[in-house]
C-alpha cells in the first residue's frame, strides 16, 4: 500500500509542511531530513509524492498496520 503525501516549504522557517493525504494529519519536518527520508531525492517546494508505510512512518506520520492475508483469516476464523 502506498501512501500520498502533500508538502510545501514555509519561506519564513524554512522547513517542509507535510500532509498525508485523506487524514488529518500535517506536520513540519527538516527538509534535510525529508530529503534523506525520501532517498535522497531533494523535493520541489510545493507537490507531492507517494511514499510507501515505512517511510510515512519515518516522515513522522501514524499510519494504521497493513493486514495481511494471513492476519485477515485470523480474525475470520474464531477459535
Known sequence: MAYQIRYS??????????SLAGTRQQLVINPRALTRIL????????GT?????????DIG????PVETEATAYEHAVSA
Open 49 to 57: 509524492w507517494t511514499v510507501t508505510p515505512a517511510q510515512a512512518i
Open 39 to 46: 532517498g535522497g531525492i531533494r523535493p520541489a517546494v510545493l
Open 61 to 64: 506520520f501514524i499510519v494504521p
Open 9 to 18: 516549504l514555509d519561506p519564513q522557517t524554512l522547513l517542509s509542511v507535510v
